[in-house]
């Protein structure tokens, strides 16, 4: 008899497979980053349809086979439909989740990046917050929580705000770090900084990123 396991966590991705189901990609409360397949997912009357779509937030019902997840059933609580429709907001989830995805491993302890992805999210449909914002501290956090921080560089010349907001980011709980807006010129400065840490640290361009900078 298969074990059967009940997680809480998002969907970061989905591929069809087959003429009806779909592989997707979940970061999980429980077991970190898992595949799992979702048989019919694809057909039109299937109770999995919506629920195996990227951002999908709930909690989700597996079977556990010898070589992989099978979804059986998903209670969602969010599925972020007001993203899915704004064409570059969903672009920008879709960034966050290319992150995700390239941090997070099964079997890790993901707590923290699965909290700052949902918060994220969120957070990109604040109208008084801006998506860029939103979009360096998502950055700047996910390296923080992956423990690459290195402090902010010695030889740069910021303004007294800036470096409040960089400490603010590392410091705050996830829950808190969406509550703050700064000038235009402090924006800047965190893009440079953004970009010079991910510059050094990540060893790849993100799809939807490159999709960004087309729309923007």
Not at 42 to 70: C, D, E, I, W
Request: proline share 3%; glycine share 6%.
């Amino acid at each position: 008899m298969q074990e059967m396991i009940t997680v809480t966590g998002m969907v970061l991705s989905q591929t069809p497979i087959g003429d009806y189901d779909r592989r997707v990609c979940i970061l999980t409360k429980e077991r970190g980053k898992i595949s799992a397949f979702a048989k019919g997912a694809r057909r039109q009357n299937s109770r999995l349809m919506a629920s195996t779509n990227p951002f999908s937030f709930g909690v989700f019902k597996l079977h556990v086979g010898k070589n992989a997840y099978n979804v059986q059933e998903a209670d969602i609580q969010n599925y972020f439909e007001d993203l899915r429709m704004d064409y570059i907001g969903a672009y920008y989830g879709m960034y966050f989740a290319e992150i995700a995805d390239y941090y997070t491993r099964e079997n890790s302890d993901e707590k923290e990046m699965l909290k700052l992805l949902y918060q994220s999210l969120r957070a990109l449909s604040v109208p008084s917050l801006s998506r860029e914002l939103v979009r360096y501290i998502f950055e700047l956090k996910s390296i923080v929580i992956n423990g690459e921080f290195p402090g902010l560089p010695a030889d740069w010349e910021l303004e007294p705000s800036t470096e409040y907001a960089v400490q603010f980011i590392v410091n705050a709980p996830i829950e808190k770090l969406f509550t703050f807006t700064v000038s235009e010129s402090v924006l800047a400065q965190l893009e440079q900084l953004s970009r010079h840490y991910c510059g050094k640290i990540w060893d790849r361009e993100f799809k939807s990123l490159e999709i960004i900078k087309t729309l923007c």
